[in-house]
């Protein structure tokens, strides 16, 4: 079955830096992938999409990357602010149903001023 | 734009009570939302799709005589809980798709709900 892995459960960084947030996925060949932003307590908003014959998307100060041979989708928030400061959800379009999301378990992003 | 408003943000209630949670798309149509059930610091698991119209689909391993869908119109649909017991409680989240949306689209979320059974 579809298995979608998350690097880790927290990355704390420095204001200013750029956070790098991965995505593997194993079992399957998605067509896209999405990318997330949730805060406690709040539904998930969407941020960027990816198709699977592109290799980079930008917006903003925001970029993802989608390596299909790998297998891995990078996030990356440059410049960050405290307010970057969530849990970020990677998604695929489900095997059975491409209507369907099947959601990474998300990476805490801590953002330290 | 695409907005979807979920009611009610918070709900305590005791065993063995319905209760019914509402996905409302604010200014746009929706034929298909979803319902997804999020335990803490754990992913959304899709637990159903809900087409207008027509019967919800379950993922397997959801009970349907449980967890009871209706899309009755292109803007709400409800997830009632029948019978809730303490292991029902968790964080309801629905999200919708607009109506002629390509499947590569984004969901659109509610700010979910979040359910606890005494």
């Known amino acids: 079955s579809q298995k979608i892995e998350q690097n880790s459960e927290a990355l704390n960084i420095q204001e200013g830096k750029t956070a790098t947030l991965t995505c593997n996925y194993t079992?399957?060949?998605?067509?896209?992938l999405q990318w997330y932003r949730q805060d406690p307590g709040r539904g998930p908003v969407f941020l960027l999409l990816?198709?699977?014959?592109?290799k980079e998307k930008r917006k903003e100060r925001l970029k993802v990357t989608f390596d299909t041979t790998l297998k891995q989708s990078l996030f990356h928030i440059t410049a960050s602010q405290p307010a970057d400061s969530a849990t970020y959800l990677c998604?695929?379009?489900?095997?059975?149903?491409?209507?369907?999301?099947?959601f990474g378990s998300g990476t805490r992003l801590l953002v330290r001023p | 734009g695409a907005v979807v408003s979920q009611h009610p943000s918070r709900v305590i209630c005791k065993s063995g009570t319905s209760v019914k949670i509402e996905c409302r798309s604010l200014?746009?149509?929706?034929?298909?939302m979803f319902w997804y059930r999020q335990f803490p610091k754990k992913s959304l698991m899709l637990m159903a799709t809900?087409?207008?119209?027509?019967?919800?689909?379950?993922e397997q391993g959801v009970e349907k005589d449980k967890f009871l869908i209706n899309h009755a119109s292109l803007t709400l649909s409800t997830l009632t809980v029948t019978s809730a017991h303490p292991e029902d409680s968790s964080f309801y989240i629905c999200?919708?798709?607009?109506?002629?949306?390509?499947?590569?689209?984004?969901?659109?979320f509610g700010d979910g709900t979040r359910l606890s059974i005494l």
């Open positions: 998604a695929l379009d489900g095997v059975d149903s491409s209507y369907k999301l099947i």
């Open positions: 079992n399957y060949s998605p067509a896209y």
């Open positions: 999200s919708a798709k607009a109506a002629g949306a390509y499947s590569n689209q984004p969901q659109h």
């Open positions: 809900s087409n207008e119209g027509s019967k919800a689909t379950y």
């Open positions: 990816i198709r699977e014959n592109e």
């Open positions: 200014d746009f149509q929706a034929t298909t």
